[in-house]
Antibody
């Protein structure tokens, strides 16, 4: 069955870089895109960016200067790196299977706190 | 950027009620809109894609409609397990979620 699982540090220092990994199973990264979505506590989700099935990427314009998404298809993994973190980057980060602009499967999410 | 405004922010309803949640876009989004349900402590779950298409496994009491800038999610007969926050999401130009409607039981 389709599964996605996020992993990464729960605590990041301000101005540091966040690195998250999404490990997928039950589908191929060369057949489906994967998006990253984050959600501050008590607020609506925010689409961050996408790794297209063909290896191309797309980013939220508000985050583009700080964000990088890559993948390793041999390991079924998609990576997110975001630099210059601030306290308002605190929230839950999800990876999702992105089937032509709808997110049909989600990981459980990883809570990231930006604090010194 | 397209802004998505959901109303009401909080809705209280009784079991069996017909419930309507609204989502208004700041410009025409050509039906490029999905609806997600998020229960407390869980990831969002896809309910409706491209305005009115029911995702596999979602109960038929959920339905979506709309066009242009105005979209609606309807629950025909509210069940206790429908207590959640509901988000609309547009992908016509950029990608934007609404702030959500929290659905509570009266």
């Amino acid at each position: 069955q389709v599964q996605l699982k996020e992993s990464g540090p729960g605590l990041v220092q301000p101005s540091e870089t966040l690195s998250l990994t999404c490990t997928v199973s039950g589908f191929s990264l060369t057949s489906y895109s994967v998006s990253w979505v984050r959600q501050p506590s008590g607020k609506g989700p925010e689409w961050m960016g996408r790794m297209w099935y063909d290896g191309d990427t797309a980013y939220n314009s508000a985050l583009k200067s700080r964000l990088s998404i890559s993948r390793d298809t041999s390991k079924n993994q998609v990576f997110l790196k975001m630099n210059s973190l601030q306290t308002d980057d605190t929230g839950t980060y999800y990876c999702t299977r992105d089937d032509n602009n709808y997110f049909d499967y989600w990981g459980q999410g990883v809570m990231v706190t930006v604090s010194s | 950027d397209i802004q998505m405004t959901q109303s009401p922010p909080v809705l209280s309803a009784s079991v069996g009620d017909r419930v309507t949640l609204s989502c208004k876009a700041s410009q025409n989004i050509n039906k490029n809109l999905d609806w997600y349900q998020q229960k407390h402590g869980e990831a969002p779950k896809l309910l409706i894609y491209y305005t009115n298409n029911l995702q596999t496994g979602i109960p038929s009491r959920f339905s979506g409609s709309g066009s242009g800038t105005d979209y609606t999610l309807t629950i025909s007969s509210l069940q206790p397990e429908d207590v959640a926050t509901y988000y609309c999401y547009q992908y016509n130009s950029g990608y934007t979620f609404g702030a959500g409607t929290k659905l509570e039981l009266k």
